[in-house]
């Protein structure tokens, strides 16, 4: 089955000859679902929200691309690629934290490589088995720089772009 776009760990696909009403399958993170062209759900099931949102998202803006793949697949002809959701805001670098400061409470001044500055509250972040332990000001505070973003002994940590986003967020405020 053909891939026919990729974005942030989600992956679209079509097959050749399909019947039944317009639809793509899409994959994030070992679950698999049928979606139509407004981005509802077929069959199948991705239990992340933010996965089925920036799926919907994508197939409204594509919709017409995906239906001219639609007939393409039935056609047996190739079918091209679709442009992914992120290509309009793609970074040129990568962001990493290069610098983090303690701020009290679970606030971290950070520095990115791109030399954005802001003070991020992680206070909203501190849900689940993963981050419980960093709801001790003590044990939060204990953190440290790895893989170009903020990580915790126990393995914890936040993927620098959404760092990046909310530092930049915090500066402009």
């Given at each position: 089955?053909?891939?026919?776009?990729?974005?942030?760990?989600?992956?679209?696909r079509m097959f050749y000859r399909e019947y039944g009403v317009i639809h793509?399958?899409?994959?994030?993170?070992?679950?698999q679902a049928t979606f139509t062209l407004d981005g509802e759900i077929l069959a199948g099931n991705i239990r992340?929200?933010?996965a089925r949102r920036l799926i919907k998202e994508w197939s409204l803006a594509h919709g017409a691309e995906l239906e001219a793949n639609?007939?393409?697949?039935?056609?047996?002809?190739?079918l091209e690629r679709i442009i992914p959701l992120d290509s309009g805001k793609r970074m040129d670098v990568l962001p990493a934290?290069?610098?983090?400061?303690?701020?009290?409470?679970?606030?971290?001044?950070?520095?990115?490589?791109?030399?954005?500055?802001?003070?991020?509250?992680?206070?909203d972040w501190l849900s689940g088995p993963v981050f419980e332990p960093l709801k001790d000001?003590?044990?939060f505070a204990?953190?440290?720089?790895?893989?170009?973003?903020?990580?915790?002994?126990?393995?914890?940590?936040?993927?620098?772009?959404?760092?990046h986003e909310r530092a930049k967020a915090s500066a402009a405020a």
């Open positions: 089955m053909p891939v026919i776009a990729t974005f942030f760990g989600i992956v679209i793509f399958h899409a994959e994030y993170q070992g679950e992340s929200r933010t639609w007939g393409r697949g039935r056609a047996g002809e190739p934290v290069i610098r983090a400061e303690y701020c009290g409470e679970f606030k971290i001044r950070l520095v990115f490589n791109d030399g954005v500055e802001g003070t991020v509250d992680f206070a000001p003590d044990y204990r953190f440290f720089i790895e893989g170009g973003t903020v990580a915790w002994p126990n393995d914890a940590d936040i993927a620098p772009e959404t760092l």
